[in-house]
């Protein structure tokens, strides 16, 4: 057993019987403890109900909403996951229990999953490595998918748009069970036009570039998904196979894309929905095979799964340097294979111990094609081995702990120009942008901590160190990132990067009013990240990755309260602090940091939950000043936004219909994590969405 590793935090969690509001979302006391005692880190788990009535386009729009989880906007449709300022590689995107494998490193694309096919999804902030191994430094958001479904035919179909870049969407789900055979379907197809900010004109370089319209032109773009699923549940043993594929087609915008688009014959506002160069296209298709097996006294679960994520970038066919004018539009191809398998053991034959071991393994295979380079071709091997104990001294007092070891392998290709470039000694040579490396990573993470309830109280804490192994593009990136104004190269020799943290939770909870209160403080002995230099290459500002100390706290805090039968007030906030402590960039913070940020909201419930609801809430993000150069201070804004939901039941069906409308005062603000504002572009003005779901 690993009691005594269970020991080596004292912390606190408690629960309640009352009933909380989360959101547009009620959730029961007794469903919220058994949820928070399954783990000491802070958690947030929302239903389809709630994903719904935030519906705001991308998926992390709609999730953004939770304390501690950001949207990192991209500019066309599409946003990233942040949780407490820590994105990308640094934490886990899973899908029904599989770690989701896109281009994580490519910054301008969004996630390939289809957000209406999601029944719920989980987020833990912390560190999670122990269970789900490298990437996991800054949290997880889970997503399922594998609901099974109770009834012989069953379907839903949503009509869906957007104001504000016109968008349109139609979603289609259809599932059904037999005795203990089950299968589901769904399809989604979505369009939008380029969309509008409040400015008629940005800066580029110092040049004034005018806005047709107040749009954005070539944001325009189109989204595909399909997904099957097929099943046996029986007492003791279930499995299902999902098969998914998710398409995507969305245009760069095309002023920063490089100043040469001045020259292009093409015209870009002939129609804000046409998809012209620059444009990108993914496609991530994911097979998916799920199983369980339990006896008296032992569970089994295991996950095999297959995933390929094809990315290309077109662009029209520019000479760069020393690069003559390339034949074609294909400027990058990213072919990556994803091969994962996991088993999970639960021992489940005593009454106060819950033990569980896992083995799990993760092979990529990368190619690369187009003229234009940045990434190399790679494979990576990764394996992990953990066990976790979970000991209940009473009923109200858990303590936990585990560890894990990991081992990976990263071999990354050579690679030369396809054209010479002359040298110093005057000879033309096809300049290395990439060398030949072999690079193994070991690493051993633990965590442990305790959940305690008692009376209307919860409490909970817990000590973890996560890991993360350098990504490819961190070790052996050299090229140009027209998109994101910049030229990046790697540095092989990175370490794998660590975190120690320390997370805390307290709630208190009666019959009217939660308060919850959620500090971490965390260290970083080799934080990775792009450093800005001032040298110059192919006419973009060197960024080049390098490794420091960095020492980082931060809070998340909500209330809410019952007022009447009819009314809820919430609030809630966060802050987060970060500072390196070493390196160039010594006193300054993390770069694209978050700022403050606080909401108000109040609600009103027509009668019952279904009856109906209206809200108004007001997001205020305070000024960022705690910069990195070459970034620049960005002023603080408010925004008022609203939502409304109805339910209708009818004999056999039922019809729901939700409205939401973000910035209606259509103020012009900006978003410190987005990369556009470097371009002086702000966030979109007023939209409204709107949702009209027939349920049969």
């Not at 990192?72 to 599989?98: C, N, Q, W, Y």
């Not at 509008?196 to 032109?217: E, G, N």
């Not at 993390?590 to 279904?610: K, M, Q, V």
Request: some cysteine.
């Amino acid at each position: 057993m690993l009691t005594p590793l269970l020991v080596a935090a004292l912390w606190m969690c408690l629960p309640t019987d009352t009933t909380i509001t989360l959101t547009d979302v009620m959730v029961t006391a007794d469903a919220k403890r058994d949820f928070q005692m399954k783990s000491s880190l802070p958690a947030v788990s929302v239903s389809r109900d709630y994903i719904e009535a935030n519906f705001s386009g991308s998926l992390m729009e709609t999730l953004r909403g939770i304390p501690g989880v950001q949207a990192m906007t991209i500019g066309s449709g599409a946003s990233k996951p942040v949780i407490r300022g820590l994105g990308f590689h640094r934490m886990v995107v899973t899908e029904d229990g599989i770690k989701h494998e896109g281009q994580q490193w490519g910054d301008d694309h969004g996630l390939e999953i289809d957000q209406f096919a999601i029944d719920r999804a989980e987020v833990v902030k912390g560190p999670a490595a122990l269970l789900y191994g490298s990437d996991a430094i800054g949290g997880v958001l889970s997503l399922y998918t594998n609901h099974v479904p109770t009834e012989r035919l069953s379907g839903a179909v949503r009509l869906f748009g957007r104001t504000n870049n016109e968008q349109t969407g139609l979603s289609a789900k259809l599932s059904g069970r037999d005795g203990r055979f089950f299968w589901r379907a769904g399809l989604t197809f979505i369009d939008y036009a380029d969309y509008r900010v409040p400015t008629d004109s940005i800066q580029y370089y110092s040049y004034y570039i005018r806005l047709a319209r107040q749009r954005l032109r070539n944001t325009a773009g189109r989204e595909r998904d399909g997904s099957v699923m097929v099943g046996y549940a029986g007492y003791r043993f279930h499995t299902d196979v999902r098969i998914s594929d998710s398409y995507s087609k969305s245009g760069f915008f095309a002023n920063a894309h490089g100043l040469e688009v001045r020259l292009s014959d093409i015209d870009y506002d002939r129609s804000p929905r046409d998809i012209d160069l620059p444009f990108q296209t993914v496609n991530h298709l994911k097979v998916l095979s799920h199983t369980t097996w339990s006896t008296d006294g032992l569970a089994a679960e295991g996950h095999l799964a297959y995933q390929n994520n094809l990315r290309e970038e077109h662009s029209e066919p520019v000479s760069h340097g020393y690069m003559p004018t390339p034949d074609g539009t294909l400027e990058r191809r990213f072919n990556k294979s994803t091969g994962t398998a996991k088993l999970t053991l639960r021992l489940t034959g005593h009454e106060r111990h819950d033990v569980r071991t896992g083995l799990d393994a993760e092979y990529q295979h990368n190619r690369r094609g187009g003229w234009g380079f940045i990434l190399p071709d790679f494979e990576t091997l990764s394996t992990g081995i953990y066990a976790f104990d979970r000991f209940a001294v009473t009923d109200a007092l858990l303590l936990n702990g585990g560890i894990r070891c990991d081992a990976s392998w990263t071999h990354i290709h050579a690679y030369n120009d396809w054209f010479p470039t002359p040298s110093a000694s005057g000879e033309s040579l096809f300049r290395q942008r990439s060398s030949d490396v072999h690079r193994p990573f070991r690493s051993i993470t633990w965590s442990c901590g305790v959940n305690y309830a008692v009376g209307d109280w919860v409490l909970k804490a817990n000590a973890g160190k996560g890991f993360r192994i350098p990504t490819p593009k961190e070790l052996g990136a050299d090229g140009a990132s027209y998109a994101l104004f910049r030229y990046e190269q790697g540095n092989p020799d990175l370490r794998p990067e660590q975190s120690y943290q320390l997370d805390a939770g307290i709630t208190w909870a009666n019959r009217r009013l939660s308060l919850q209160l959620d500090p971490f403080v965390g260290f970083f002995p080799n934080y990775i990240y792009l450093n800005p230099t001032s040298s110059y290459m192919e006419g973009l500002q060197l960024y080049h990755y390098t490794q420091a100390e960095v020492f980082r706290w931060g809070v998340e805090a909500e209330m809410t309260c019952t007022l009447t039968k009819h009314w809820e007030a919430e609030a809630k906030g966060e802050y987060l602090y970060a500072r390196q402590l070493s390196g160039a960039k010594r006193g300054y913070g993390l770069p694209f940091s978050p700022p403050w940020t606080a909401d108000f909201g109040i609600r009103y419930l027509f009668g019952g939950d279904d009856d109906g609801f209206l809200t108004i809430h007001a997001d205020i993000v305070g000024t960022q000043r705690d910069i990195v150069p070459p970034e620049k201070v960005t002023e603080g804004h408010w925004t008022l936004n609203a939502a409304a939901g109805k339910t209708i039941r009818m004999a056999h069906t039922t019809l729901k219909a939700l409205l939401h409308a973000d910035n209606l005062l259509n103020r012009r603000y900006y978003d410190h994590t987005s990369y556009y504002r470097l371009l002086d572009v702000p966030e979109p003005g007023r939209n409204v969405s709107l949702m009209l779901t027939l349920i049969v």
